[in-house]
């Protein structure tokens, strides 16, 4: 019986040579939470696994990614008093800057990225400045002081910096900000396509981050929009982005697929708290083979054309590649 497609599955080192895709330990960034104070190490109920960590923690943590072959990693700040404007991303020794200049000082291989938002560090949970007369976000109001930020971060000496925000032009506000800044060398990934999603619900319980009226529809792209999602990723493309990104991943492979099929960018996909959330409760229930649906997850990623993956799971992935 002539077959045409077992042939080549029979032998594992035959299989391992026709794999069309690999994962490595290089393809991830691993999201922290710095929180204030000390000794704090706090795990979040809805992702267990992820935690919010004081300063010295974080040191710590950073040394056990090291030893595990992963090397980057993305900060988000949990400051200790929020206002209007999110003040504490705005001064060099608010809790990002003075995260970034202790990990530097420490770890100083270690790939810092910081996402740039404001909604971590305002009292009203949106991504910007409140325009009150319309209750919305103020766009250019929040480009402005977004400059500021990404210049504190620069000061701090992050690697790479992610706005968050999707506030329009805000690549090519940051760029020629940097550029005159003096970090004309200073790589932007942009959180080119992202969907308001309820998929981040988790991440707002870590980052006390839920917006205290209305929603963030405005500013987020509408699941619904293919066509948008494209023109959205080419357009921080054509301000200076040099790493795009989907995100959510997980129910907008399609989009991962377009926007690879429309620029020669690399591109992130950002598994987010609420997919990481899906797979460790039906895990921790014995619903589902947490390992091996967790990597044949992964793999999805990079076959609809990720180079990098922004995970929760990444040091679960690393111990099962080590293994
Ligand atoms: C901040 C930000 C969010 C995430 C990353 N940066 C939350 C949001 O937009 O509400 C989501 C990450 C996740 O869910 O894991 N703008
Ligand atoms: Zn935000």
């Not at 990990?103 to 909604?119: G, Q």
């Not at 910096?161 to 003096?182: N, Q």
């Not at 091996?292 to 990623?301: L, P, Q």
Request: with cysteine.
């Amino acid at each position: 019986m002539f077959q045409r497609f077992r042939r080549t599955r029979q032998n594992k080192h035959l299989s391992a040579l026709v794999r069309e895709t690999q994962l490595s330990t290089n393809d991830f960034i691993y999201p922290l939470f710095v929180t204030f104070g000390e000794g704090i190490k706090t795990e979040v109920a809805s992702m267990p696994g992820v935690f919010q960590m004081s300063l010295d923690e974080i040191l710590k943590e950073c040394a056990d990614l090291k030893k595990m072959g992963l090397n980057s990693i993305i900060l988000f700040g949990i400051p200790e008093t929020k206002d209007s404007i999110g003040s504490d991303s705005l001064c060099d020794n608010g809790i990002i800057a003075t995260a970034v200049k202790a990990i530097k000082k420490e770890h100083p291989e270690m790939f810092i990225v910081t996402d740039l938002c404001f909604c971590e560090y305002t009292d009203h949970g949106h991504c910007g400045i409140i325009d009150h007369v319309h209750e919305t976000v103020d766009n250019d109001a929040t480009l402005e002081i977004s400059a500021q930020q990404a210049l504190i971060h620069a000061r701090a000496g992050v690697d790479m910096i992610a706005p968050s925000g999707m506030m329009d032009g805000i690549i090519e506000t940051l760029r020629s900000a940097l550029d005159e800044g003096g970090y004309p060398n200073l790589p932007i990934m942009a959180y080119s396509t992202k969907f308001s999603s309820g998929y981040y619900g988790p991440f707002r319980d870590v980052a006390d981050s839920v917006p205290s009226f209305g929603d963030r529809t405005t500013y987020q792209m509408d699941p619904a929009n293919r066509r948008e999602a494209i023109n959205e990723s080419i357009a921080d493309e054509m301000q200076g982005a040099d790493i795009l990104m989907v995100k959510p991943a997980l129910a907008y492979l399609d989009i991962v697929r377009d926007v690879r099929e429309n620029t020669s960018l690399p591109l992130a996909v950002y598994n987010v708290s609420g997919e990481y959330a899906m797979l460790k409760h039906a895990g921790n229930a014995g619903l589902i083979d947490y390992n091996r649906v967790m990597m044949e997850t992964m793999i999805g990623f990079k076959r609809a054309g990720a180079d990098i993956i922004i995970s929760y799971h990444a040091k679960e992935v690393a111990t099962l590649l080590g293994k």
